[in-house]
Structures are given as C-alpha cells and as structure tokens.
C-alpha cells in the first residue's frame, strides 16, 4: 500500500490512469459522433415526412392529414391546409 503512494507521490502513475489531454480528445470525438447521429436522424425524418406528404399528394389526399381530398375543393375541411400553387395566388 505505502508502495503504491509512494509510486504516486513520484510521479510514477500507472498505465490505467487517464490523463486529461487523452481524455478531451476522447470527449471531443464523442461529441462530434453525437452531433452527426442527431443530424442523421433529423435529415431522415424530414426526408420520410416529406416522402410522405408527397405520396399522400399523388394519391389524392391532403399532404397534411391525410383527408381524401377527392370531390372537394381546397383548403381542406380537416385541417384547413391549402396547396401550395394555390396558396401563391392572391385571394379576393
């Protein structure tokens, strides 16, 4: 046990000790890791909501809810959304 303090009081540190240099690079690595997964994930999700808005629109339905938007006129009686080409043209 004295060996060991003494060991330490030297300035002979064992080879599991972490020294602070290493461990701020390890920091900055994982950091960086976890920036690019949260980036991932964010870009995936608005990629499949948009994917998803754009299958509804082809299909007939409202890119927002859902709603059949077959026989009716814009906006949509479910949510109220109106298309984009026609929330351009100015209304009377």
């Not at 602070?20 to 995936?44: E, K, M, N």
């Not at 990629?47 to 998803?52: E, G, N, P």
Request: hydrophobic content about 40%; some cysteine.
């Amino acid at each position: 046990m004295l060996d060991a303090i003494d060991a330490e009081l030297a300035g002979d540190f064992p080879e599991t000790t972490i020294r602070w240099p290493q461990l701020g690079l390890d920091l900055f690595y994982i950091a960086s890791h976890l920036v690019l997964i949260v980036a991932g994930v964010r870009l995936g999700i608005a990629l499949y909501k948009r994917a998803r808005a754009d299958a509804r629109a082809l299909e007939g339905q409202c890119p927002n809810c859902g709603y059949d938007m077959t026989g009716t006129e814009p906006p949509c009686p479910e949510c109220g959304m109106r298309p984009a080409d026609d929330a351009d043209k100015p209304r009377p």
